[in-house]
């Protein structure tokens, strides 16, 4: 037997239904990353200390699958900076988490370069990656886009 509704259940039917498709519709926009985001891998770090350039071992990025990257810091004249200690941190800011892994550098690779292992994104979508960098000038750290 089918429900009957009355004025008064319409009355509350009709907003929350409209809210419920609002927020599906906020949500699906949500998962957009920004359009005017700066996907460059190479960036100055905030204060100018120093450049950081990253590259990821494979290409496309993995989703789903731990693998490693290479980070290079030189002066903002080019100059490699190999006397540094390195921290990656990072997540998705859409959904408010982070990684699901703990990346580190493991490995000077001399010239400024330094391996990473232990990344992994466990989804499609806007990730940021915070790369710290304590060295001779001080710390300063330099924030990338990547939309895998």
Do not use: C
């Amino acid at each position: 037997m089918p429900a009957k509704f009355s004025r008064r259940h319409l009355f509350w039917l009709a907003p929350a239904a409209a809210l419920v498709v609002a927020g599906a519709g906020f949500a699906a926009r949500m998962m957009e990353p920004p359009s005017d985001l700066d996907l460059s891998l190479t960036k100055k770090t905030e204060h100018g200390f120093y450049v950081a350039s990253l590259a990821a071992d494979q290409s496309p990025v993995p989703v789903g699958a731990i693998h490693s990257w290479t980070v290079k810091v030189t002066t903002p004249n080019g100059k490699p900076v190999d006397a540094v200690a390195i921290s990656i941190d990072g997540g998705m800011p859409q959904h408010g988490h982070g990684l699901p892994t703990k990346p580190e550098v493991t490995r000077d690779l001399g010239a400024g370069r330094h391996l990473i292992e232990g990344m992994k994104f466990n989804m499609a979508g806007w990730w940021t990656l915070t790369v710290s960098i304590n060295g001779p000038k001080g710390a300063d750290k330099a924030t990338f886009n990547l939309v895998l």
